[in-house]
C-alpha cells in the first residue's frame, strides 16, 4: 500500500499551491515575502520527496492603512503569479482569508500573514505532514513562543483554551493564520461561511483530520501590531458565539446552579428564621442575593441577544465581504 507521498511521486505529480495574504500593513513586508515565495514559484521537492509548486499568490487588500496598494500594483506588474484582490473596505483578516480563498485554483492553499513572522520554507514540511497523516489541514505550530508582547501571547493562549473546551477538541489549541488547506475543503467553506463566522472554527465543521507542524516564528518587521487589546478581545467574543450552543447550555447550568444556591440561601433563611438567629430585620441579604441573580440574569440575556443579532445578521443576508476592482482609495477624488 503506497502512502500517500509515493503515490504522488508515482504518478509524476506536482502538487500546485495557492498562497493567501491578507494586506492591511504591507507597504515594507510585501516584497520580502515575495522574495522569499518566488523560488518556490518554479517548483521544488519537499523533505519527503513531494514535487510542488507555489502556483499563485493572492494578496487581498483589507483596506489597507499605508501605502499597500501600490506596492501589490508594482508586485503584480513584477510576477506573473501575483493576483491582487480588492476588498471595498476593512472586513477584517478572517473575511479576506475566506476571499483569497474563494478565488484560488490550487491542490492546496497556504495561509500566512503579511509580516514576515511565518517563513516559507516550512510550507514543504507542512505539504508532508499532510500526504503523510492524510490531513485536510495543517497547522504550523510554533516552536517558540510567538515575538509578541506577554499580554497578546498570554491572550492567545486563553482563546486556544476556551476554543478547545467549548468544541472538545485538543486540535484548536494550537490553531494559527499558518495553515495549509485542502484545495476543495478550503473553496467549499468559503463559499458557504457567513459573516460573524471565526474561520478556524469554521474550520472544524468540515475537516475531519488536523495535522501539526514544527515552524519557528519569526520577529514582525519593523512595524505595530494590528490587534490592540480591545481588538484581541473583539476575536475571542466572537470565536465563543462560532462554537455553536454551548455557552447557551452553559448560561442553563448557571440557572441551575443558581436555583441550587437559591435553595440553600432560603433554607438558611428559614433555620435562622425558626432559631431567632435574626433579631433585627435587614436588607443586606436581600441586597447581595438580587444583585447575584440580576447580574446572572442580565448576562444570560446578553449571551442571548448575540446569538440573536448574529442570526438576524446572517438572515438579513450581509455579505462577508464585498470585492471590487480597484483598491478603494483609487475611487477617491484626487484633492
Keep these: 500500500m503506497l502512502t500517500p507521498i509515493e503515490a504522488t511521486i508515482q504518478e509524476a505529480t506536482t502538487l500546485e499551491l495557492s498562497v493567501v495574504v491578507p494586506v492591511y500593513q504591507g507597504e515594507r513586508t510585501l516584497p520580502m515575502l515575495l522574495a522569499e515565495l518566488t523560488p518556490l514559484c ?104 510567538p515575538p509578541h508582547a506577554f499580554w497578546r501571547n498570554l491572550s492567545s493562549r486563553l482563546a486556544h483554551g476556551i476554543a478547545s473546551l467549548l468544541l472538545g477538541n485538543q486540535d484548536l489549541r494550537g490553531f494559527s493564520s499558518f495553515r495549509l488547506i485542502h484545495g476543495e475543503v478550503a473553496r467549499s467553506l468559503a463559499a458557504y461561511c457567513g459573516p460573524g463566522v471565526y474561520l478556524d472554527i469554521a474550520l472544524t465543521w468540515v475537516v475531519g483530520r488536523t495535522g501539526h507542524c514544527p515552524v519557528v516564528l519569526r520577529q514582525e518587521c519593523g512595524r505595530p501590531s494590528g490587534y490592540s487589546f480591545s481588538r484581541l478581545l473583539s476575536h475571542l467574543w466572537r470565536m465563543v458565539l462560532t462554537v455553536g450552543t454551548r455557552p447557551l447550555r452553559i448560561i442553563a447550568l448557571l440557572g441551575s446552579l443558581s436555583i441550587l444556591s437559591a435553595l440553600g440561601i432560603s433554607a438558611w433563611v428559614l433555620y435562622a428564621k425558626i432559631a431567632h438567629r435574626v433579631p433585627i430585620q435587614g436588607w443586606t441579604s436581600l441586597i447581595i442575593a438580587v444583585s447575584l441573580f440580576s447580574g446572572m440574569i442580565l448576562f444570560s440575556l446578553g449571551v442571548i441577544a448575540e446569538y440573536l443579532a448574529l442570526a438576524l445578521t446572517m438572515a438579513m443576508g450581509k455579505p462577508l465581504y464585498l470585492l471590487v476592482s480597484r483598491p478603494p482609495e483609487a475611487h477617491r477624488p484626487s484633492r
Design 42 to 145: 518554479a517548483g521544488t521537492v519537499s523533505p519527503g520527496g513531494c514535487p510542488f509548486r507555489i502556483a499563485e499568490v493572492i494578496l487581498v487588500h483589507d483596506g489597507a492603512i499605508d501605502g499597500s496598494a501600490k506596492v501589490m500594483q508594482e508586485l503584480a506588474q513584477a510576477h506573473p503569479q501575483i493576483r491582487n484582490l480588492w476588498l471595498a473596505r476593512n472586513y477584517g483578516q478572517h473575511p479576506a482569508t475566506l476571499a483569497g480563498m474563494a478565488s484560488s485554483t490550487g491542490d492546496w492553499i497556504v495561509t500566512m500573514d503579511e509580516d514576515a513572522q511565518h517563513d516559507p520554507a516550512a510550507i514543504a514540511g507542512m505539504l508532508d505532514v499532510a500526504l503523510e497523516q492524510n490531513c485536510q489541514l495543517v497547522y504550523g505550530r510554533g516552536r517558540n513562543l
